[in-house]
């Protein structure tokens, strides 16, 4: 009986549909979707509705199968790599990139490392904290190139580059004192603005005390070579209290320290200094050369003038030699040779050999020592050579004088002779008055 409705149910079936084939399955597919669209067209439109693209009216486009299966470009250029000759899928890429890899942010990756997540670590140069030795081998180029050159901030800048401990940072006041202790008033300037500049730079302020008690206990020492060490030393210390690197009571507060006698007395010298009446303007010039960097050309002729009318009373050489060494003018001392002649043709006419003479053995003791060097010499010479004309008018006998002057140089071989036939004046001059006969005007020329 089942077997007989499964017959009945098959033939109502295929009577229906048909029987199964997916080719005509497909199509009858096809043809369902062409009745829907064409019952969604509406009935107004009558004739003149447009061709459905699915029906059989609509013209089929052939598309070539060749060309949507063409891989080369369509631009018409090759291009460079698109990975930078790194590989493709499943490569480990160019070489060096596993450096410029970026860290991995999951910290369930075993590639996972906390210090790439910056936890606060990092790295850098060691550099190794100097000794005294070292401070010295170090640091001394540079104070001798400060006290030639001045820069101030280029001398702190390179200090600070090196690795000083507070331990040791009074080796650098002390190094840096010593030097100028062994130079002239004008380097003792430079070293008071250099200490003033250190403080809070490369001194901090709780170590600055430190560093002078080290000074004051190396007076001793350095009296050896410097006699007066405790009196420079006082008035170092006076120029850091008017410039605040120091606090006035720092004074009281040394006499906890066990110092020497002599170390005492720089303390004592300076306390004097600051009880002065105006102490703190005059300490600001405690070393005579306040505004060094604005003196003029004036300013220095008139030192060495006054340097030379000394001399021609004491006539002390050394005298003018430590004076010549504390103005610190290596390129101006053709001014010096230029006053020494011209101070010599200004005496009168019956003492010019006794000055002349007096004035060369100044400048052949001034090349002895090197204080004036040869190019100076030749300089000062020309100078005279070139003001004859206007030194007339005061020394009328200036060109006599000069050429005498000269003579004597040569006789006691302090000139050379090919320097004498450039310096000595052969040409002629116009004389309209007689430097013989009384002052008679002369008719001819």
């Not at 560093?211 to 120029?239: C, M, W």
């Not at 120091?246 to 720089?266: E, T, V």
Request: net charge negative.
């Amino acid at each position: 009986m089942i077997a007989v409705e499964d017959e009945v149910f098959a033939q109502a079936n295929e009577a229906q549909f048909g029987t199964f084939d997916t080719a005509k399955s497909a199509a009858l597919k096809i043809k369902r979707q062409r009745k829907r669209t064409n019952s969604r067209s509406h009935s107004s439109e009558g004739d003149n509705d447009p061709v459905s693209p699915m029906s059989d009216d609509f013209p089929k486009l052939k598309l070539d199968r060749s060309f949507t299966r063409d891989r080369r470009s369509r631009t018409g250029s090759r291009g460079l790599p698109k990975k930078g000759g790194g590989g493709g899928k499943g490569t480990w890429g160019k070489v060096g990139d596993e450096l410029n890899s970026s860290a991995v942010k999951d910290d369930q990756d075993p590639n996972f490392d906390a210090t790439d997540m910056g936890s606060g670590i990092k790295l850098g140069a060691y550099i190794p904290a100097l000794d005294g030795v070292e401070i010295e081998k170090n640091l001394k180029p540079l104070f001798t190139e400060y006290f030639e050159n001045s820069e101030l901030d280029e001398c702190i800048t390179a200090i600070i580059k090196f690795n000083i401990g507070p331990e040791n940072i009074g080796d650098v006041l002390t190094l840096c004192v010593s030097m100028a202790l062994e130079m002239n008033s004008s380097k003792r300037e430079l070293c008071s603005r250099l200490i003033a500049d250190m403080y809070g730079r490369v001194i901090e302020p709780q170590y600055m005390e430190d560093a002078f008690v080290a000074l004051l206990k190396q007076i001793p020492d350095l009296e050896l070579d410097n006699p007066s060490a405790a009196d420079d030393i006082g008035r170092f210390l006076a120029r850091a209290i008017a410039d605040d690197c120091l606090p006035p009571a720092f004074l009281k507060r040394l006499a906890s320290h066990d110092l020497h006698k002599k170390s005492q007395a720089a303390v004592l010298h300076a306390s004097a200094l600051l009880t002065l009446k105006f102490a703190m303007s005059k300490i600001s010039n405690i070393w005579g050369v306040e505004g060094m960097e604005k003196q003029t050309t004036k300013f220095y002729t008139n030192k060495v003038w006054f340097i030379l009318k000394e001399y021609l009373k004491s006539s002390e050489l050394e005298e003018v030699k430590t004076s010549l060494r504390e103005l610190d003018i290596p390129h101006f001392h053709h001014e010096v040779v230029f006053e020494t002649i011209v101070l010599a043709m200004e005496q009168r006419v019956s003492e010019f050999e006794k000055y002349a003479q007096r004035m060369i053995d100044l400048l052949q003791f001034l090349g002895k020592t090197f204080i004036i060097s040869k190019s100076q010499f030749e300089t000062g010479f020309k100078r005279v050579v070139e003001d004859l004309d206007d030194l007339t008018f005061d020394i009328p006998n200036a060109v006599s004088l000069f050429s005498q002057f000269c003579d004597m140089c040569v006789a006691q071989s302090f000139m050379s002779d090919e320097t004498y036939e450039m310096l000595h004046p052969n040409r002629g001059r116009k004389r309209f008055v007689s430097e013989g006969d009384g002052g008679k005007i002369k008719t001819t020329i």
